[in-house]
């Protein structure tokens, strides 16, 4: 390691407590490769997850469950070699965690001695409970996710709001206060009213980083590549495009393609 990466302060779970408490706001986002994580983390983001949204977006699948446990820990070996100072969660994929607690554990196991990742990320609140506490029994810290999780999309049928009624948004609030119970380290919080939001922060000590639950939370989370533009098709109201990559990348290669065909490219310095 060189002595200027050892120089950089590394993003720890403890200091993303701290900046609950002080009232800092967590900037995360996704990466599942290395040249995206070293310019994400070289501009000072604080969470990378490495989420099984690579599923949809690395994958081209239209859902995130057929990613494997080995296609994660391939994704997140990738951006380990590529960041200095974030937090790096990596989500456990669909079918990875939910048997039972041993499985769910040789999993995260895998996932922290495979990749050197610093945390995990699973979906759900009570029906993953004994999962949850295995793996925290390892010490391995998990980032717990609720309201709208993907992974269970056909048993909701739609990418709808969650938790509007309340019977579902009084199990997320008791799911919230099980999973910091057990010692989850933070939450996200998917698609659901920012009211609902507000307050499930305000009932819990750990972080809640949101998606789409507006901004009284302590931290907000976007897919890399809906942010950056690079998806065209994917344009939910919570969504800020800053970038319209696609277009950009898209102008890029045409005008390759015409220097090409033009014998413009290459010119005489282009050449030895
Ligand atoms: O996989 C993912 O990208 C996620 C975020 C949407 C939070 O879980």
Same mark, same amino acid.
């Not at 999780?149 to 269970?152: A, E, F, R």
């Given at each position: 390691m060189s002595t200027a990466k050892k120089d950089i302060k590394k993003v720890t779970t403890h200091q993303l407590q701290e900046m609950k408490t002080r009232g800092e706001k967590i900037s995360m986002l996704t990466a599942y490769d290395f040249s995206y994580a070293r310019i994400i983390d070289d501009a000072g983001i604080d969470v990378i997850l490495v989420g099984d949204s690579a599923s949809n977006v690395?994958? /081209?699948? *239209?859902? $995130?469950?057929?990613? $494997?446990l080995d296609h994660m820990i391939y994704h997140a070996q990738s951006v380990i070699r590529a960041i200095d100072r974030a937090l790096v969660v990596v989500d456990l994929p669909f079918g990875s965690y939910q048997g039972n607690s041993s499985e769910a554990l040789r999993s995260a196991i895998r996932i922290m001695k495979e990749s050197g990742a610093h945390s995990v990320k699973l979906e759900g609140g009570s029906e993953v409970i004994e999962s949850v506490k295995r793996i925290l029994s390892a010490g391995i810290p998990i980032m717990g996710h609720l309201g709208l $999780?993907?992974?269970?999309i056909y048993k909701f049928g739609t990418y709808t709001v969650r938790a509007k009624e309340k019977e579902e948004a009084q199990k997320l609030k008791k799911d919230a206060l099980l999973l910091e119970e057990a010692g989850c380290f933070a939450l996200v919080l998917e698609k659901i009213p920012a009211k609902l939001a507000k307050e499930v922060a305000a009932s819990v000590k750990i972080p809640v980083i949101g998606i789409g639950a /507006?901004? *009284?939370? *302590?931290g907000q989370v976007l897919v890399l590549h809906d942010m950056l533009g690079i998806t065209k098709e994917f344009s939910p109201r919570f969504l800020r495009r800053y970038l319209n990559l696609y277009d950009e990348i898209k102008g890029a290669v045409g005008q390759y393609i015409t220097d090409v065909k033009s014998r413009d490219f290459p010119n005489e310095k282009e050449q030895y």
């Open positions: 690395m994958a /081209g699948h *239209d859902s $995130t469950l057929p990613i $494997t $999780t993907p992974q269970s /507006g901004n *009284d939370v *302590d």
